[in-house]
């Protein structure tokens, strides 16, 4: 790499940490989201304990399997709050007018800074979901190197497209002053679409519709890929990951882009 | 009849130390180490009823918490507060029917609703009967010449504007005193005007007994016959304004410049600035008399420019805070 | 002044009246965003009410509760988590307006700052949580006058436990100095028991839901007696949401007392 590019991505990552500093100096703020990630958790375990105790496997999984799933499906869900409502206030309030004169890729920028953030709140929920899976359904299904370095980088994917899908949402502000209910809706969508139930639970049309929408990229990918592991499919899983991913970032070039037209020439 | 009244008012906190590193924290879970600051120790004044009192102090007197204590929000830890002839302390709500605060800084008026909602809603809150609230927010509308912003809501009035509405709306139920806490903090010059007028205005028709503390010496003048000024949590200052600007007084500045440049040497007194044709000096009145020095100056060269300055009292009160935390232990 | 009960009793009810309007009209003054918050909170609503209707498909009926069984709690849960925030908009920042000193403000009038400072504000997407529970209602089979008015007092009696519940945590702040953490799990906890059937939770921890997180008394009790048409068990219940009350009231005193000596809460001089 040349130095100028170096210094060009040194930027980045520099926001990517230093947000991630800022992020890891308010404890009990993400102490609040642990909690709650282990109390949603530990109330599904005992649903499922419930549904399981008369049938050995719903809609192909077992106990274990639906639990692990639940696990690992929370994860990026926990992990990317507030991202959406950190942009949009800025654009709202007129903050972005001067963010936007800054010699950086503002949506780059954007994505470091809340990357950095989301990887330290992310890391004390994997720890705790790992550790409340073991207790309540048994050691992980994890059979080899591959698989897991399949889910790690299969999670990372997921919490790259919940942080690009909120910032595209939030970049609707620059048009739609009361646009928290895009996030709504998007997070309500993403919830029934493979984050609180496994796609292979819906029913069968509902759920193969949902397999063209880039919700089973945010939370069934990851979760499937650590309860039923097998390399094809595992692997265009990732896939369409990376392309939903590709897709939502050219999203938000397109949506600053137009955007910051309007910002220039109606003033904000 | 005297309105407010402390006796060696005093109030210690006793103050969590918060340990630097992890051990120490840990250690301060189970047992805190505290340590015991004395905000205000053993204040005494009087204010008599329809008086107006400036209460000054640097940042962190023990001015807030003393206004505290004598609106029953603190309990104090020593001595004894009477305000209206109740003990704020111990008959906090009886007291609050008859006093009104404004803290600059706490609105009691709702952001998002025009303030006749939040003054419809005080009326409730004071139990007014619906025929004297309405009289009262009239009169209150005209004299305070808020009727035009009533119905505006509160986040888009100018912050001129919503003080003044703030004072209206605390004095719905036309207390006997009033507290005010910073009132002009943040105004522009016009705004500070208006306020302190209606001030003065209200003492004066009224006879409402004005308690107000300020960093603004504007605010001291203009609405204050006497002051009180308290460092370190006791009063080192308690005169009327009279007397204070009498100190002002004793010191002036007086300022030269000369046609061209000129060797500025007076026996006994050295000039605060100089530099080739012009100089500044600081004169005690009690020490030189200032004819005889403006008659030196005149003679030692040809004069451009000549000021005699009062001390503004604004130094006045900084040299009392100086002086208090010389005074200290 | 009128110092009678009577008379009292009226001063406040002009007072709470004079409040909730001004709430109501606060909430209306952004007329938009109050109709996004209340669908919002519906659509969020929904989105479960979908993944319970999966999920019993699938199995039949999770922990002794069948659809419609899970349908009446979310719509009492919800309608009484809306009416706690909607009379009683503060009640969960209690906490953070004592420990930014706001109290001061309430402290300074003449009204039972307990009362003064929760009631004067709404939340404006609970409004969505109390209508959706009505509409959930009015959706399932049987609607009548007698089933209306039985929910309405359920749901009532719901929102005295939740406000009573969710201030006493608020108030750990005057005991703790920040307890945010804490008081917020144990609002999560609280709501998100009263949304599952108690049977699937573990007998060793039901004795909490009639204790420190009365579940039982916000939706596993009113569930039953709403399914059994049991008035009987109304006046029972409010006797229960009394007490919670008058339990989180005497932790409020407490707290009041540290706050009135200065101390605790980070002491700002």
């Keep these: 790499m040349s130095s100028a590019a170096a210094l060009k991505a040194r930027k980045y990552l520099v926001a990517a940490s230093a947000s991630a500093r800022a992020r890891a100096a308010y404890r009990g703020d993400f102490l609040g989201s642990v909690i709650a990630y282990c109390l949603f958790v530990f109330v599904f375990s005992r649903v499922w304990r419930s549904a399981y105790a008369a049938r050995p496997s719903i809609a192909g999984y077992d106990y274990a399997m639906s639990l692990w799933y639940f696990v690992v499906a929370e994860i990026p869900y926990f992990g990317s709050s507030g991202h959406f409502r950190e942009l949009a206030g800025d654009i709202k309030s007129g903050q972005v007018a001067y963010l936007v004169a800054r010699p950086y890729g503002f949506v780059g920028y954007r994505f470091a800074q809340a990357a950095g953030s989301s990887l330290v709140a992310v890391l004390p929920i994997l720890g705790a979901g790992a550790a409340l899976g073991g207790l309540v359904a048994g050691p992980p299904p994890l059979g080899s190197a591959a698989q897991a370095a399949l889910l790690a980088a299969s999670l990372a994917l997921a919490l790259a497209l919940q942080i690009l899908l909120q910032l595209a949402l939030a970049l609707t502000a620059f048009w739609v002053e009361e646009n928290s209910a895009f996030l709504w809706i998007y997070q309500k969508l993403a919830l029934v679409a493979g984050t609180l139930l496994p796609l292979e639970f819906l029913p069968e049309t509902a759920s193969r519709i949902a397999r063209w929408t880039p919700f089973p990229a945010l939370a069934y990918a990851p979760a499937r890929i650590l309860v039923a592991f097998a390399p094809g499919p595992s692997l265009r899983l990732l896939g369409a990951q990376a392309a939903w991913c590709a897709a939502a970032w050219i999203l938000c070039l397109a949506l600053y882009g137009r955007g910051r037209r309007r910002l220039v020439s109606q003033g904000g | ?329 | 002044m009128d110092l009678s009960i009577r008379g009292r009793a009226r001063a406040y009810a002009t007072f709470l009246g004079a409040s909730f309007s001004a709430n109501l009209k606060s909430v209306l003054e952004y007329r938009a965003n109050f109709l996004l918050q209340v669908f919002g909170m519906m659509l969020n609503n929904a989105a479960f009410a979908l993944f319970w209707g999966i999920l019993i498909d699938r199995t039949g009926g999770i922990g002794g509760y069948s659809f419609e069984d899970v349908m009446v709690v979310w719509a009492l849960v919800s309608t009484a988590f809306g009416l706690a925030h909607v009379v009683a908009g503060n009640v969960r920042s209690l906490g953070d307006i004592a420990v930014r000193g706001e109290l001061d403000v309430y402290l300074l009038q003449p009204k039972d700052a307990f009362v003064n400072v929760l009631c004067s504000r709404t939340v404006v997407s609970a409004w969505g949580d109390f209508l959706y529970g009505y509409l959930v209602l009015c959706l399932l089979p049987g609607l009548s006058a007698g089933r209306l008015l039985l929910f309405s007092l359920l749901a009532a009696e719901g929102a005295l436990v939740f406000a009573a519940a969710f201030a006493a945590a608020e108030c750990l702040a005057f005991f703790l100095g920040n307890s945010r953490s804490l008081s917020e799990a144990l609002h999560e906890f609280l709501l998100s028991f009263s949304l599952y059937p108690e049977k699937v939770f573990d007998p060793g921890m039901r004795w909490a839901f009639y204790t420190i997180l009365p579940s039982g008394f916000i939706a596993f009790v009113p569930l039953a007696a709403f399914k059994a048409m049991d008035w009987g068990l109304v006046p029972i219940l409010f006797l229960v949401a009394a007490a919670y009350m008058a339990a989180s009231y005497a932790l409020f005193r407490a707290g009041l007392r540290r706050y009135e000596s200065g101390n605790q809460m980070g002491t700002r001089l």
Excluded at chain 2, 203 to 227: N, P, Q, Y
Aim: overall charge neutral; some cysteine; hydrophobic content about 40%.
């Design chain 2, 1 to 329: 009849m005297g309105a407010i009244s402390a006796r060696g008012l005093s109030k210690t906190f006793s103050a969590k130390v918060k340990p630097e590193g992890l051990a120490a924290s840990l250690r301060s879970l189970v047992k805190p180490e505290r340590r015991l600051v004395e905000a205000v120790r053993g204040v005494s004044f009087e204010v008599e009823r329809g008086e107006a009192v400036a209460f000054l102090g640097p940042n962190g007197a023990g001015k807030s918490t003393t206004i505290k204590m004598l609106t029953g929000i603190l309990h104090p830890s020593g001595g004894r507060a009477e305000v209206l002839g109740l003990d704020p302390s111990r008959r906090r709500v009886e007291l609050a029917r008859s006093i009104g605060a404004v803290f600059g800084q706490k609105s009691q008026l709702w952001f998002h609703l025009p303030p006749s909602d939040s003054f419809r809603l005080l009326g409730a809150v004071y139990e007014l009967d619906r025929r004297a609230f309405e009289a009262r927010r009239d009169e209150l509308a005209e004299r305070f010449g808020i009727r035009d912003y009533l119905d505006v809501p509160v986040r888009k009035l100018s912050l001129g504007e919503r003080i003044r509405c703030e004072i209206a709306a605390s004095l719905l139920h036309s207390p006997a005193a009033l507290f005010l806490d910073e009132p002009t903090i943040g105004l522009d010059v016009v705004a500070k005007r208006e306020v302190r007028a209606l001030l003065e205005e209200l003492r004066a028709d009224e006879g409402t007994t004005i308690f107000l503390t300020s960093h603004d010496i504007g605010d001291i003048e203009k609405v204050c016959k006497r002051a009180i000024v308290i460092h370190h949590g006791a009063v080192v200052v308690d005169e009327s304004m009279k007397d204070l600007k009498h100190r002002s007084l004793a010191k002036k500045l007086v300022g030269v410049k000369y046609a061209r440049p000129t060797a500025i040497e007076l026996p006994g007194l050295e000039p605060v600035k100089r530099t080739a044709d012009a100089a500044r000096f600081e004169v005690d009145t009690r020490a030189h008399r200032i004819e005889e020095l403006l008659r030196a100056l005149v003679e030692l060269g040809e004069v451009e420019d000549l000021t005699v300055e009062d001390e503004s009292l604004e130094s006045v009160i900084a040299a009392i805070y100086e002086d208090g935390a010389g005074r200290k232990e």
